[in-house]
């Protein structure tokens, strides 16, 4: 059974640095791009960005490069999300997510990140 | 970046009518067009993938047309249970993956 479980919620202060995680399980690891959303209260999915975890190629959304790093560590198929300052605007549900071919769709279960003073 | 708009914003209709939802796309990238079906407190779930393909599980009353830059997804018959926000999302080759801003739909 194929699973992305996510690591729990966190509350953070402005400035302050994280770094979330997803763990991924029942497929190969290596063959599929693992995705980052945000989702900020009560708005809409905002893509961020991909990785390929066989090579780490990268691709982040305008709105999200230099603000976070995704990466991987294929030794514990885990991909990482994380800040080195966050901000206030970075109060959201943020969602990891891998794509297997025939319409077949993976989603953590979300870690919310609160940053507030 | 391919900009994605949908409407209507939000939807209300009774129990067994048709609901239509349009992703308009500020550029052309064929047909790889995905929609998603998110319900409170829980992840999207892929109900379209490729413009017209439905996803596994997903009952036959929704279906997806479109390509270029206009697309399309019809639920045949609103059922309760089909009550969420819908997304949809570009998945080109060509990065960002943006999503649309959604689409609610209520039964009246």
């Known amino acids: 059974e194929v699973q992305l479980v996510q690591s729990g919620g966190e509350v953070k202060k402005p400035g302050e640095s994280l770094r979330i995680s997803c763990q991924a399980s029942?497929?190969?690891?290596?063959?599929?791009?693992i995705n980052w959303v945000r989702q900020m209260p009560g708005k809409g999915l905002e893509w961020m960005g991909r990785i390929d975890p066989s090579d780490s190629r990268i691709n982040y959304s305008p709105s999200f490069d230099g603000h976070v790093i995704i990466s991987v560590d294929k030794s514990t198929t885990t991909a990482f999300l994380q800040w080195s300052s966050l901000k206030a605007s970075d109060t959201a549900k943020y969602y990891c997510?891998?794509?297997?071919?025939?319409?077949?769709?993976?989603w953590g279960q979300g870690t919310l990140v609160t940053v507030s003073s | 970046e391919i900009e994605l708009t949908q409407s209507p914003a939000t939807l209300s209709l009774s129990p067994g009518e048709r609901a239509t939802l349009s992703c308009r796309a500020s550029?052309?990238?064929?047909?790889?067009l995905a929609w998603y079906q998110q319900k409170p407190g829980q992840a999207p779930r892929l109900v379209i993938y490729?413009?017209?393909k439905r996803a596994p599980g997903i009952p036959d009353r929704f279906s997806g047309s479109g390509s270029g830059t206009d697309f399309t997804l019809t639920i045949s018959s609103l059922q309760p249970e089909d009550c969420a926000v819908y997304y949809c999302q570009q998945r080109s080759i060509r990065p960002p993956l943006t999503f649309g801003g959604g689409t609610k739909v209520e039964i009246k």
């Open positions: 997510m891998t794509a297997h071919p025939g319409g077949y769709e993976y």
């Open positions: 490729e413009a017209s």
């Open positions: 029942g497929y190969s690891f290596t063959d599929y791009w």
């Open positions: 550029q052309s990238f064929g047909s790889y």
